[in-house]
């Protein structure tokens, strides 16, 4: 991949409701070895009319790389995942999820997300830059998060309380 410079941004589109958590992930990446232009939506249904340059989005770059949070209003982030994937124009662009919580982490565990894939906040600067540098291997991977395979059942254990 070739390096970016400040007349060649990364576009990164940051999908994260929590306002505290979009600028401080905006002062993360000021730090990153990168440049980079971002631009950030609040809701799930923002991210896919900007992924789609639709409405007030129409004019936007497409992104380089999408940072994207799991709890979201309106559309969530794995709702947000399933249209990416669906869509042949849309399918090839990185996402590196953000998770809040060890739960949303040990999910995409069970899900074989690969740790290269999601990064828990507040984003790391070397984990920002290392999904930079593999852009181009990132996209030729698609993020799915197809349903994760269940464990069987526990079996029931009977108790007779009269002894026996």
Do not use: H
């Not at 980079?36 to 380089?64: C, F, H, K």
């Not at 399918?91 to 999910?107: D, K, Y």
């Not at 899900?111 to 290269?116: A, E, H, K, L, R």
């Amino acid at each position: 991949m070739t390096t970016r410079s400040p007349e060649n941004p990364i576009e990164v589109l940051l999908v994260e409701d929590n306002p505290a958590d979009a600028r401080l992930t905006e002062e993360i990446l000021k730090d990153s070895n990168y440049a980079v232009n971002l631009s950030v939506v609040e809701d799930g249904e923002a991210a896919m009319t900007y992924l789609r340059r639709q409405g007030e989005y129409a004019y936007t770059p497409r992104p380089d790389l999408v940072l994207l949070d799991l709890m979201l209003p309106k559309k969530s982030g794995q709702e947000v995942l399933e249209e990416v994937n669906q869509d042949p124009n849309l399918r090839n662009i990185p996402i590196m999820i953000l998770t809040g919580t060890a739960a949303e982490q040990s999910l995409l565990w069970s899900y074989n997300i690969s740790p290269g894939r999601f990064c828990r906040k507040p984003i790391e600067v070397n984990r920002f830059d290392s999904a930079v540098a593999q852009l181009d291997s990132l996209s030729e991977r698609p993020l799915v998060m197809t349903a994760p395979v269940a464990a069987e059942p526990p079996k029931k254990r009977w108790w007779w309380p009269f002894g026996g």
